[in-house]
């Protein structure tokens, strides 16, 4: 296949990275709260990312709500196109699929004043994270150059294989060493830090598939203990090249190209590449200085499964999923019965699925005296969007916000369930699988919980709850000779007329 080079890379003359409303979502915000304990409370105030099929948040949210799945099966057409050798193609393991994402040879190096070549030289899930990082505290409405309070940053990634796409040949050791720190996965957060001019604590995790749910376990806890007071957390991964997979008979990887999680058809997952940023704040903090608030973090708990009832490392183990799952209940203080749904791991493979649902199961029926059958939704982003592996959990954070914000409960992307996997028994859970969009109606407060889970037993699970304000929402009619102002926010006058284009 071609290899990149710096004349495929569009450093220029793209849209600036400032481009949203300094206020970011259209939230009524409740100045004096809504509860004693909300100094005890996080709050999600900035949500920023781009998807396979979504450039954005919104966009993700659309292709939720109307059940699209993005993933993309090449032609041979476009095979060849991509250079891609005939012996590749006509493997009979080979898979043409996978989720693209549009936007990995884009970005403003100007913004964050880095030099074209160095931008080259930079992994493009460091320059995604960069991107998504300022817009998503835009999307906060939070400036950091005039922040008083201090800004960690918690980030989730792994090795990039873009630096094996670039060309070696004549590279001084200077240079080499430059490439070499901006790959390494734990220089992912300082390096955000240091652009951006943020003093707080900086941290790169790692826990496989669950490492985007562990950065924000380890944000949360970092606002908890006041190390610092907001806290951008954030995932990439990016499966390169992007032209499909080869699918090995018993492993992991879909022979048919298709993400069918919790379905009596699902043969194995499918990986593929996503950048997502949220941003935290105390809640009183946030309900003070007028940031919106999306949602709030009722509680999220972390373990690991270690050796017992496991067949092997890389084996998921149900009671290690109960237990987290059972603890986050108890730390948010909710009753199995209130969870409208839950955003589940979902590998879409034939022994993760049975496994995840029988600890959900469990952790649900030993926290509740009674439960009514099948009374919470199950629903998982990878059926939309594929695998993204480190970035999953926090894909599924922003969907479930997206949820809670809308009062709505997602389906399955179309198409990706049919009838359940035979060893899942639904019909005696409390479970059931969301194959249409629904709205809540409960006069209550709606809450979502977002279960992760990775390679070696790091399992994550993480309650959130709608933001409820005591103002009375009133329908509000405009004349069309109103006038209103409308915010943007620039680094340039020419990114400020590039956006008013």
């Known amino acids: 296949m071609k290899v990149s080079n710096e004349s495929k890379i569009n450093i220029n003359g793209i849209t600036p990275v400032h481009n949203s409303q300094l206020n970011g979502n259209d939230m009524t915000i409740q100045v004096n709260g809504t509860s004693s304990d909300n100094k005890d409370m996080i709050a999600i105030v900035g949500m920023a990312g781009c998807f396979p099929g979504a450039k954005s948040v919104d966009e993700l949210w659309e292709m939720v709500t109307t059940g699209k799945n993005a993933l993309h099966r090449f ?47 930079m992994d493009p899930q460091q320059r995604l ?55 390494m996965p734990g220089s992912s957060a300082a390096i955000i830090s240091y652009l951006l001019n943020l003093t707080g604590p900086a941290f790169s995790t790692g826990s496989t598939c669950s490492s985007s749910l562990t950065a924000l376990k380890t944000a949360y806890n970092s606002i908890k203990s006041e190390d610092c007071d907001i806290a951008i957390v954030g995932a990439s991964w990016l ?31 499918i990986f593929t590449s996503s950048v997502s940023v949220i941003v935290l704040k105390k809640l009183s903090n946030a309900i003070r200085d007028q940031n919106p608030i999306s949602a709030i973090i009722k509680s999220i ?30 730390l948010a203080k909710v009753s199995p019965s209130e969870i409208a749904f839950i955003e589940a791991h979902g590998t879409g493979t034939k022994i993760g699925d049975p496994v995840e ?13 009674e439960l009514p059958k099948q009374f919470c939704a199950i629903t998982t982003v990878k059926s939309n969007i594929g695998h993204c592996v480190i970035a999953s959990g926090l894909a599924g954070i922003i969907k479930a916000v997206k949820s809670l914000e809308n009062r709505i ?18 019909e005696s859970s409390p479970f059931y699988v969301a194959t249409k969009l629904q709205k809540f109606e409960e006069q209550r407060t709606m809450y979502a919980s977002v279960h992760g889970i990775g390679m070696g037993g790091t399992n994550v699970h993480c309650i959130l709850a709608e933001y409820l304000n005591n103002s009375q929402k009133t329908e509000e009619h405009f004349d069309e000779t109103d006038k209103f102002i409308l915010p943007f926010s620039a680094k340039s006058q020419a990114s400020l007329l590039e956006i008013e284009k």
Do not use: W
């Open 239 to 269: 499966e390169l090249p992007q032209v499909g997979y080869i699918a090995q008979p018993g492993f992991i990887y879909s022979a048919n190209g298709t993400m069918r999680p919790f379905d009596h058809k699902s043969d194995g997952t």
């Open 301 to 330: 708990a972390i373990n690991n499964d270690g050796q017992i009832n496991k067949v092997g490392y890389s084996a998921p183990s149900s009671d290690g999923q109960c237990d987290v799952i059972k603890r986050t209940l108890q």
């Open 75 to 121: 032609t041979n057409k476009e095979l060849e196109q991509l250079d891609i050798p005939a012996s590749l193609r006509s493997n009979s393991n080979y898979v043409p699929t996978c989720g693209l994402l549009a936007v990995i040879d884009k970005f403003d190096a100007n913004f964050f004043n880095i030099n074209a070549q160095d931008a080259v030289n």
């Open 409 to 426: 409960i997602p389906p399955m992307a179309s198409g990706s369930f049919e009838k359940s996997n035979k060893m899942i028994d639904f």
């Open 129 to 183: 994270l960069l991107e998504k990082s300022v817009q998503a505290l835009d999307d906060a409405g939070i400036d950091p150059r005039r922040e008083k309070g201090k800004i960690g940053v918690f980030i989730a990634t792994e090795y990039s294989k873009y630096k094996e796409l670039i060309p070696q040949n004549n590279i001084d050791l200077a240079t080499k060493l430059t490439i070499d720190i901006n790959y």
């Open 357 to 369: 649902i029988k600890a959900l199961t469990k952790a649900f029926v030993e926290s509740s005296q």
